[in-house]
Each structure stands twice: as C-alpha cells, then as structure tokens.
C-alpha cells in the first residue's frame, strides 16, 4: 500500500495553552477511584484539596445561569492563583480577574450579555496583565470537551474557517481525506480541575440537572478533578430510581459540595431566579477598578464562607427569588 | 402613527417581518428575542427558537436576560445542550442566525473581538461566542446593528464571523458549508442584502424618515444601490400592542 500524508492547509497561530494528551489521560482515568465513597465536603477543602496554583480550570454553565459562585468565592479566598482558564464565562471569571488570578485564557466570550461589555476583563486583558489570549468560538471549545470526552486528540468541525477567529487559535486546517473538503480541527482539552453547579447530587457525586444541560455532559468527561456543588444532597436510592436522571456520575467526581443559591447571583433552573436587583448593582460597580475592588471585598473576602454569605444576602431575600418551594 | 415607537422597536418589527413561519431561527439575547417572539404572535406561529446552550422551541412568554437561561427552554420541545445544538446547525437544520458585532464591512463580515491590533487591543470586546459558530453553519444571517460610519467601515479590525469573507466563492474555498452566508442587515436607518454576483452589501429599503443619501453618509465603504429601493412601514399598532403589553411589559427595549 502506497502511503500518502495529508497536508495542514492553514494553522493558528495562537499558543496551546493545554496540548491534547489523550494517551495520559487515559492513564489518569484508570486510576482514578471507582468505589463508592463519600466525598460531600465543605467549598473550603474542596478547593483546598483539589485545586493548585497554576491549574487549567473550567466553569460551567454560563454566565448567571448555573454558575458555582460558592466555589468560585472558595477559590478567590484561597488566595491560590496563576490560573490558566476555558473563557466562556462572565461572573465567575469577572472575580477572578478582578483579582488577578488568571494569566492565560482560551477565549470564547466574556461579557454581559444585555449589559455590554465586560469592564473586569477590559482591563485585564487591554493592561496586558493577562499574559496570553487565544482565541475560539463556543461550538469549538465545546467540541474541544467533546474530542478528550471521546479520548481522541481531535474532532474536525466546520466553525472557524476563514476568519481572524482561526488564526489566533490554535486550530489546524486539513483537506478530509474522505471528502477533500477543508475541516477544521478542534483539538481535545482536558481541563486540570473543572467546577459545575448542579440540581442535585448524591455524597457520591452522581448528579442529575434539572433543564438544560449546557456543556456539562462533555465537560464533566474532559477533567482530571471535578467539583461538584449542588443545590440538594438527595441519597442514592432516590438517583437508582432514575437513573436516566443522572448526567454525571460519580466516578467522574471528586468533591461534593453542598451548595443551596449556589449559583447565587445567578439563576439555577427550577429553584430560584437571577437576583436582578443585586447584579443590576454589581453592573455598575464593576465599571471602574475600584468600584469592583469594593464588590470583591464586601462580597467574598469579607465573608468566612457560603453560610455568612447566605446570612448576608437574607434567606427572606433568597426566597423571594424562588421559583418553587422551599427545599431547604 | 409616526414617531410613536422607539429606533429598538422599529428594529424588533423589521427583524420579526424577516423571518417565515416554519422554520428554524438562531436567537442570542436583545432584539433578536424579541424580534422572533413577535414573529410567533403575528405571522409565524411556528418559528422554532433556538437557542445555544440548548432550548429549542420555546414559546417566548417572558424576556430571557441570558442565552442560557430557563426562559430560553420555557415549554419548549426540548431541552438539551450546547453540543446538541452547535451540531444541528452544523448539519443543516437551521435556518436563520442573529448575529450582532461593533463593525461589519461591505461583505458581511463581523468584528466582536477587538478594537485595535487584538494582541494589544485598544478595546477588547466579549469576543466570538457562538457568533462565529452561526456565521459559519446557518444557512441565513440577519445582522442587526446601529447604522453609523463607525460600524459599517471598509476595513474590520478582526473577522470574528464569517460573512462572505474576501468576496465571491470566498466561504467555500475555506471550507464553510455551501449555500450559506449573510441574509440581511437589519440597521437603524434601513434594510440592506447582498448583490447575488458580487456578495457585496445592498441597500435594499430605508426606514421612516430616512433618505437613499444619508445611508449612503452613514456608511464607510461603497454601498450597492436596490434599483428600487422601497420604504419600510413604520410598526403597526397591531406590532406595538404586541410587544407592549405582551412581550415586553417591563419595557427594556422601548
């Protein structure tokens, strides 16, 4: 058989951040521990336990929806830093540039939706305090959870192409060898610790969401540690009687933290609504450095841990955003 | 019935009257949300939004503040996920893409990453998003934007979106699917196309009180001139009282 080589047609120029390693992370998945332990523990030693300075870290789902603000309020506290991270994010990622956390960002999109553009990362990144930015859409950052997902290094996709979006990242262009029609390809990332704010979870860490799932699914595969936050801590019985419910199982999970308004300024589906009045004034505050610095420390490093932050926000004022019952 | 709407209203009624019953429509947060709830209330009840973290045919009762959020899913046919969603579109399945950006040039392209050298970025935008996911995979585009010489210039710092990218036969030589690519331009002054040969934008209509010249002003590369270009009717009553009382009661977009 003759052998042919198919050539790159276009490469990114942006840096890769975290190289596609599906053989060691096959070795990583091996190890990791498949009995059925407890693993519920405060954000604190979460944090503590899990995650290191310099990590790659990944937050879902987006913005104010679903988002672990507990775990990333631990995570600022703990004064750990030089973060490398996934950027589809707004709040979560806001706190920690704002506090100088982060020093590379595969980007995708940080802003404020029908707010405008993000001051925080305004000045992060045109300070040049973020070190190194490379650019991605959401569909390729997705399917870069997807490919380690699948243990494979890559997956080819037709986002991208042609534009400046390509060429400060760092895909490659090849010609499908089946159809010789150019694709891109989107390599695979395994994220050092990802954090995902769930429904409800088990001690275990099976998880089950209530609406829509974002990227959860691909993101809880494409991690070597996961933390987990859940709104309810339900017990076993009740995820074997549904399992079709569960999105994450346990094995995938590190670290069970339980979180009720875990998601808090933010909305979590079926249990609360965002809290408009307050991220109404976070967006101003946020518009100028000192503004911000003023959130930042009146709102994580003044506050010990979740519970004083649910005593300070008023469990009147969170019912309030309530959508169902109480289920505390 | 003049001057009784606001420019984010005529806005949501030129987008809305766009869009066929039927069919399938991209939505991001804003006037696209708007613009295809008041298509499902007056002429196409069976629009199907879809939006990018995974609700898919919603019925838009209340204004979503977020892309993601539960009012993105409220009594939809499905609620799944980002993957989903990114691959339907991928696979053809839908029709229409909002797409929003800081500039646009005369092919469509669109800028939402960065004002300036994007390296040292003099503003640095929110970024791509599922922006170039929705250039790239929907069969038809609708921008929609403010319509000034600081938006629509000849030279964009940064193709974040795909639009017919350098011209014709530009998008498949790249690799995007055939067949796809910028629709309309829905603007503060008018209602602009692409010219079938050349792909380069077309004024096709103007709004209530604006001239041929003054768009021809307010942009900064040689627009195409529609052989007759028409008038956009102002919003109706019928639209007003729509988005109004039902869609947006709170008034964020009047």
């Known amino acids: 058989m003759p052998t042919k080589t198919i050539a790159i047609s276009y490469e990114g120029e942006g840096s890769m951040i975290q190289r596609p390693d599906p053989e060691g992370f096959r070795q990583w998945n091996r190890?990791?521990?498949?009995?059925?332990?407890?693993?519920?523990?405060?954000?604190?030693?979460?944090?503590?336990?899990?995650?290191?300075?310099?990590?790659?870290?990944?937050?879902?789902?987006y913005g104010?929806?679903?988002?672990?603000?507990?775990?990333?309020?631990?995570?600022?506290?703990?004064?750990?830093?030089?973060?490398?991270?996934?950027?589809?994010g707004v709040h979560e990622l806001d706190m920690l540039l704002a506090t100088d956390r982060i020093r590379e960002i595969d980007f995708t999109y940080i802003g404020l939706e029908v707010y405008g553009v993000d001051s925080n990362v305004r000045r992060a990144v045109e300070s040049g305090k973020v070190k190194n930015v490379v650019e991605w859409s959401n569909a390729a950052i997705t399917w870069r959870f997807k490919a380690a997902a699948m243990g494979v290094p890559f997956i080819p996709a037709k986002s991208m192409l042609g534009t400046d979006t390509l060429r400060r990242s760092a895909a490659k262009v090849i010609e499908c060898p089946f159809t010789g029609e150019k694709v891109c390809l989107i390599p695979a990332l395994v994220l050092d610790?990802?954090?995902i704010h769930v429904s409800r979870a088990d001690k275990h860490g099976n998880s089950q969401i209530d609406g829509i799932s974002g990227f959860a699914f691909e993101m809880s595969r494409a991690c070597k540690r996961l933390v987990v936050s859940a709104e309810e801590i339900i017990e076993t019985d009740e995820i074997r009687a549904h399992p079709d419910r569960t999105i994450i199982p346990y094995y995938l999970v590190d670290s069970v933290v339980h979180a009720p308004y875990g998601s808090w300024p933010g909305e979590m589906a079926g249990y609360y609504e965002r809290d408009e009045e307050h991220y109404k004034m976070y967006v101003e505050k946020q518009a100028t450095a000192e503004g911000m610095a003023g959130y930042v420390q009146e709102w994580i490093f003044d506050l010990p841990n979740h519970k004083a932050l649910l005593e300070k926000v008023g469990m009147d004022h969170l019912r309030g955003l309530n959508i169902r019952g109480d289920w505390l | 019935m003049s001057e009784k709407y606001s420019s984010s209203e005529l806005l949501i009624c030129l987008a809305s009257r766009i869009m066929e019953d039927g069919t399938t429509a991209f939505i991001g947060t804003g006037i696209p949300m708007l613009a295809a709830s008041l298509a499902q209330s007056m002429h196409a009840p069976n629009l199907v939004a879809v939006f990018e973290f995974g609700g898919t045919g919603a019925i838009l009762e209340k204004l979503p503040l977020a892309v993601g959020d539960m009012r993105t899913f409220n009594k939809a046919v499905h609620a799944s996920g980002i993957c989903d969603i990114m691959e339907t579109s991928q696979r053809g399945f839908i029709e229409y893409g909002f797409l929003g950006g800081a500039q646009i040039d005369m092919y469509g392209n669109l800028n939402s990453t960065a004002i300036g050298d994007v390296l040292h970025p003099k503003v640095r935008l929110p970024g791509s998003g599922g922006g170039n996911d929705v250039g790239s995979c929907c069969w038809r585009t609708i921008a929609v934007m403010p319509h000034d010489k600081r938006r629509f210039v000849q030279k964009i710092d940064f193709v974040t979106t795909p639009g017919y990218l350098t011209g014709p036969g530009a998008r498949e030589e790249a690799g995007l699917p055939h067949g796809t690519g910028p629709y309309r331009v829905v603007t503060s002054l008018?209602?602009?196309?692409?010219?079938?040969k050349t792909k380069r934008m077309k004024l096709l209509s103007v709004n209530p009180g604006v001239t041929v010249e003054k768009v021809v002003e307010n942009t900064g590369f040689d627009l195409l001139l529609e052989k007759e270009i028409s008038h956009n009717p102002p919003p109706t009553d019928q639209e007003l009282d729509i988005l109004r009382t039902k869609i947006d009661p709170d008034g964020l977009y009047r």
């Open chain 1, 31 to 61: 190890k990791k521990n498949k009995r059925l332990v407890d693993k519920l523990m405060t954000d604190e030693e979460a944090i503590e336990r899990f995650v290191k300075s310099g990590d790659y870290l990944g937050f879902e789902l």
């Open chain 1, 64 to 88: 104010t929806v679903r988002c672990p603000m507990t775990l990333t309020r631990a995570l600022v506290r703990s004064g750990k830093t030089d973060f490398r991270v996934a950027g589809q």
């Open chain 1, 193 to 195: 610790v990802g954090f």
């Open chain 2, 190 to 196: 008018g209602v602009l196309g692409y010219d079938d």
